[in-house]
Nanobody, 123 residues
Framework: QVLLVESGGGLVQAGDSLRLSCQGS????????WAWFRQSPGKEREFVAA????????YYSDSVKGRFTISRDNAKNTVDLQMNSLKPEDTAVYYC????????????????WGQGTQGTVSS
């Protein structure tokens, strides 16, 4: 059984940082692309960041570029999202996802999903 479990969410103030982690199990994810998506109430799930299975290519949405960093540890089957200079508009449930395809920015491309972790940024 494939399982992705996120951790690290919480409540912080604007300008602070959070580090999210996602642990994969039930499969060796070293050849899978990883991504983070987020969803706020009343909004569609949106792409945040992705990292290719090689670890050499990363992709970010314009809204987080320069503030967020995605990284992976293939030995541990984990992917992290370091979020700096957080803004109230970053408040959302954050989901990690894995896929063995093209490392895209669309949620429909990802086969495996975590249950989400809440990140809340107060102003």
């Amino acid at each position: 059984q494939v399982l992705l479990v996120e951790s690290g969410g919480g409540l912080v103030q604007a300008g602070d940082s959070l580090r999210l982690s996602c642990q994969g199990s039930g499969r060796t994810f070293r050849i899978y692309n990883w991504a983070w998506f987020r969803q706020s109430p009343g909004k569609e799930r949106e792409f945040v960041a992705a990292i290719a299975w090689t670890g050499t290519s990363t992709y970010y949405s314009d809204s987080v570029k320069g503030r967020f960093t995605i990284s992976r540890d293939n030995a541990k089957n984990t992917v992290d999202l370091q979020m700096n200079s957080l803004k109230p508009e970053d408040t959302a449930v954050y989901y990690c996802a894995a896929d063995d395809g093209d490392c895209g920015k669309s949620a429909v491309e990802y086969d495996y999903w975590g249950q989400g972790t809440q990140g809340t940024v107060s102003s």
